[in-house]
């Protein structure tokens, strides 16, 4: 598998996730415990029920753990001339309203909090670019044209 880069907040972010899930995989395992009482019918609905949802926690526990083994976490040595993951952008809609967005790996994006994966079709278009560049963007409303007015390392 090939190197992940995350940002110093993404990777905390992750680790965070992770204690969490922990917290939960225990949890569910002793309720299942509790509940692990077949009846005439065979084993309890609930602990089915929990079963499942303990199949669903070790699974984002092995995907954000694989994460955070292959990560390199990025030291604000961030090259702020182009646009690249660990950047901040401010964009502007041709001749309408401004954008603010972080480029982040896919492991971090989060489009609620203005930021974005690299591999997104918006974090790919601004890839490289530098500022004042204007950049074609296929969105599904149709070709937009964004300008870069700055980019700066994320914080």
């Not at 901040?88 to 809609?93: A, D, G, R, S, W």
């Amino acid at each position: 598998m090939s190197q992940i880069l995350l940002t110093k907040n993404g990777y905390q972010r992750l680790q965070q996730e992770l204690r969490e899930l922990r917290s939960q995989k225990n949890h569910l395992i002793t309720e299942i415990g509790e509940v692990a009482q077949p009846d005439e019918s065979g084993e309890d609905s609930l602990a089915t029920q929990l079963k499942e949802e303990l199949g669903l926690v070790n699974d984002k526990l092995e995907k954000i753990e694989t994460v955070l083994a292959t990560a390199k976490i990025m030291n604000g040595q961030i090259d702020s001339s182009r646009v690249q993951i660990g950047t901040k952008v401010k964009i502007k809609l041709q001749g309408k309203m401004e954008r603010e967005f972080s480029i982040v790996s896919q492991h971090e994006a989060d489009p609620s909090q203005q930021m974005i994966s690299d591999q997104s079709p918006l974090g790919q278009a601004l890839l490289g670019k530098q500022v004042n560049q204007v950049v074609d963007f296929d969105a599904p409303i149709g070709k937009l044209s964004y300008k870069i007015l700055s980019i700066a390392p994320i914080v």
